[in-house]
């Protein structure tokens, strides 16, 4: 007995001491991997990469930056759908641990003994603390070191932090595969879902994806994808979070994933998109572009950017038709599956209803094709062939050297690569399984509409497919303007004496060039033909080159180069005369910019494609209306108060008298000018058409009272469009269709008329006063105070010893220049 005894105390007092040394082991592993332990306060401050949003002015998605598609959810816009979904799968006493789930770690235990030596992957027993620990603060390295950490790090973290900010942090941070970090993104990408909207199938799935995104994918590992998801439907019903029934309904779901487009979201916006993301990068860098979580609101308006998009990609495809059939874009081999080998030709994705095709055999009558085939998430080309039919009357335009072609084969052979879209007949339907080829033009071009009262830019054209080329000829194309500068010279010798009346000779001059420069003799488009004296209005309206020449050498150079530069138009402009003649190269956007100001009544506009940025916690950065809104935040609300003012500080570069005068004149190139295919818009509209040397450049710019649009014509490499080709045939009704579209619910707004303006009635060929009964010449013209032509007054030509006509006592002067009879210059 009392040998047991003295064993019992041995057998103790051993226990003791081991229990002791077991004590300290734990204590001097605690200390020594605690040591050099991660600072865990710094998810206090967490800021991850957020991706940052574009929208359009309604509010629509443009698109989307990032290096992480990521976006911050607070756990209180999470649904409890979500979280029990997650919590189900990752860790269902999340609630009731603090930070370590000793069950789960028994299991892990007993598999890891029962797998030893079988080069498995350990089973981890992580729950979601110890995940954030590892996500945020450790590495992924698989050892029981960094489990150690990692158990220790969440035990102090569940201490710092509530239950709802951890799993905020952990249903923010995880990576769910196809490129998207939490469950917002996510959401997006597989779905194109927010998470409100997310059915228990499709919630399942998500919290399925932490541990392995890749196996489990969507297309390439379906029937394992949807094992998994079963899974975490089975583990939601037996924790009671959702009902039998429900249960049933998600395991038969079937797992449809919508893939989400990384570019531009709105049809015909890729081009203003990525001028966008330039201008952001431009402002806040890289970092806060791809990272930041800014929140951008353009000013996009997502149905006039289709407007915009479809009369000019209409306009680019209508003149390069009108040259001929080039012939198929490429050959192809269509023995065998030839959807497999069309796959894999590169196809432009933002030409839609357009079509990439190949030609599976012809006859006189028509040519069979076969439509490229799509792709599947994973990458493999769908097994689904189309076909279709073209026509004689869908290839009816494809002429070759000057010959219309009298049947199908003559353009098409079996192996020819083309685009094709539906046939469309008389009435605007489309017909039935027929198809009309089409070619990508040569030529390119842009088009930008704009807000001038505030420089809001609505829609951009940058080229005919943002696919094909990124290069944005609404910004970064410098091409000479042509006479669509005029009303910049006309506006310089308005604003210096000036009228719209004043008599200026349209006629043969020379300019002596100086040194080596020879002698220039400008001429008017129609060669040979010219008016004699005539009005500014009529030079500007009939686009008189040798009046404007005349005009320059009068007001001078260096003041138009200062308008021009007031304008915007160019930075700097040499005091060349065939400058006033837009020789000089600027974008559309300037010239745009510059059309505004007529518009507005001479107030400097700023263009601009953003309305407003906000930070990730919603604090406004940017905001590019800065007028004064007095009386907008009137405490107290409406208590009968004189209305809110907003005021304007905005610089005033022209007149607003002259602004009227010159915006008149433009209406005379509309109604009876260069310009006149735009009368069809049936709304008062300004504008001038620019047709430049050889034709290389086709422009116009014009507006309505609340709404500019310029656009030009040209190849990329700058030749002539033609011996007969103009800005009034080719231009104009491109712009023509845009503002017929763009206005057809708009009121016909006349232009408002600024105080001090005086509309007389006068002769609309010799400027003077009309006559009593007036007849069919007479229009009213906008004076200046002071400038109106005096009753019986006549201007004429100068007496021959050079001295102007004077005028009869009492009468002042007329402002217009006069022509000495035989010489080639003003005085």
Not at 4 to 21: K, S
Not at 258 to 287: C, L, Q
Not at 458 to 463: F, I, K, L
Not at 565 to 571: E, L, T
Request: a positive charge.
């Amino acid at each position: 007995m009392r040998l047991l005894v003295r064993f019992m105390g041995f057998l103790f007092a051993a226990g003791t001491v081991v229990f002791l040394v077991g004590i300290a082991a734990v204590a001097g592993a605690i200390w020594h991997f605690s040591k050099d332990l991660p600072d865990y306060s710094q998810l206090q401050d967490y800021e991850p990469p957020v991706m940052t949003r574009v929208h359009a002015a309604d509010g629509a998605l443009l698109g989307e930056y990032s290096k992480e598609r990521r976006l911050y959810l607070p756990i209180q816009a999470v649904p409890k759908l979500v979280i029990n979904a997650f919590l189900a799968a990752e860790d269902k006493n999340f609630y009731e641990h603090g930070g370590i789930d000793y069950s789960g770690m028994a299991r892990a235990a007993i598999l890891y003994a029962q797998n030893y030596g079988s080069n498995r992957r350990p089973q981890g027993a992580s729950t979601i603390t110890q995940q954030v620990a590892k996500n945020f603060l450790l590495t992924n390295e698989v050892s029981f070191a960094r489990k150690i950490k990692e158990a220790l790090l969440a035990m102090r973290i569940e201490r710092a932090y509530s239950k709802d900010r951890i799993l905020e942090l952990y249903l923010n941070e995880i990576y769910l595969g196809l490129g998207a970090y939490g469950i917002a993104a996510a959401s997006l990408v597989y779905f194109d879902k927010s998470v409100n909207e997310l059915t228990i199938a499709e919630a399942s799935y998500l919290a399925s994806l932490p541990k392995a995104p890749a196996a489990l994918h969507p297309v390439r590992n379906r029937d394992r994808a949807i094992e998994r998801r079963n899974y975490v439907i089975d583990r939601l019903l037996e924790n009671g979070w959702i009902k039998q029934a429900d249960a049933d309904k998600a395991r038969k779901d079937p797992l449809v994933v919508t893939s989400r487009s990384n570019g531009a979201h709105i049809f015909a916006g890729e081009y203003f998109a990525e001028e966008v993301r330039r201008d952001i990068f431009e402002r806040y860098g890289e970092k806060k572009l791809y990272e930041g979580g800014l929140s951008v609101r353009t000013t996009l308006d997502p149905k006039i950017q289709v407007m915009a998009r479809k009369t000019m990609a209409a306009g680019l495809v209508n003149y390069d038709e009108a040259q001929g059939w080039r012939g198929a874009m490429q050959k192809l081999d269509i023995s065998g599956d030839w959807g497999v080998k069309l796959a894999d030709v590169k196809s432009l994705s933002d030409v839609a209803p357009w079509r990439l095709a190949v030609v599976l055999d012809t006859s006189d009558q028509s040519a069979r094709i076969g439509f490229q085939p799509g792709r599947e998430l994973g990458g493999a080309v769908s097994k689904e062939r189309q076909t279709g039919i073209i026509t004689m009357d869908g290839a009816r335009w494809a002429r070759s050297k000057g010959k219309t072609p009298t049947a199908v084969s003559q353009v098409l052979q079996p192996g020819d690569v083309i685009y094709a879209d539906p046939l469309v007949n008389k009435d605007g339907n489309a017909v039935e399984g027929q198809y009309r080829l089409r070619q990508l033009p040569e030529i390119s071009g842009a088009m930008v509409a704009m807000d001038p009262w505030t420089g809001r830019v609505v829609a951009m054209v940058g080229g005919f497919s943002f696919d094909q080329s990124q290069f944005n000829r609404a910004t970064q194309a410098y091409r000479q303007p042509g006479s669509s500068f005029k009303p910049i010279v006309y506006s310089s010798a308005l604003d210096n004496g000036y009228t719209p009346s004043s008599i200026v000779v349209d006629g043969p001059i020379e300019i002596d060039q100086g040194q080596g420069g020879g002698v220039w003799r400008p001429e008017n488009f129609s060669t040979g033909h010219y008016y004699g004296p005539t009005t500014l209005r009529n030079a500007l309206t009939h686009s008189l080159n040798t009046v404007t020449v005349r005009l320059a050498q009068d007001v001078g150079m260096p003041l138009i180069g200062e308008y021009a530069k007031r304008f915007g138009v160019y930075d700097e402009l040499p005091n060349f005369l065939s400058y006033a003649l837009g020789a000089g190269e600027t974008t559309v956007m300037r010239m745009v910019t510059a059309y505004s100001m007529f518009a507005n009544g001479g107030r400097r506009v700023k263009p601009t494609l953003i309305d407003r940025i906000q930070d990730r916690y919603g604090h406004t950065i940017f905001k590019h209306d800065a007028r004064e809104c007095r009386g907008c935040d009137a405490p107290g609300g409406w208590k009968n108060q004189p209305e809110p003012q907003l005021i304007d500080r905005r610089e005033q570069v022209l007149d607003p008298m002259t602004a009227y005068q010159i915006t008149s004149m433009m209406e005379g190139v509309v109604q009876r000018g260069t310009a006149m295919v735009m009368r069809d818009v049936g709304k008062p509209i300004a504008g001038k058409t620019g047709t430049t040397n050889d034709a290389k450049d086709l422009w116009f710019v014009g507006f309505s009272p609340d709404l500019v649009i310029g656009l030009y014509l040209g190849y990329d490499k700058p030749r002539s469009l033609g011996r007969n080709a103009q800005a009034g045939h080719t231009a104009a009704p491109i712009a023509r269709d845009f503002m017929k579209l763009a206005l057809a619910d708009k009121p016909a707004t006349p232009f408002k008329i600024p105080a001090g303006i005086k509309l007389i009635r006068v002769d609309s060929k010799t400027g003077t006063r009309a006559g009593p009964g007036g007849g069919g010449n007479t229009i009213l013209e906008a004076f200046k105070p002071g400038t109106a032509p005096p009753e019986g007054y006549s201007p004429s030509v100068a007496d021959a010893d050079g001295r102007a006509p004077q005028p009869s006592q009492g009468q002042q002067p007329d402002t217009g220049l006069f022509m000495r009879p035989g010489t080639g210059g003003l005085y």
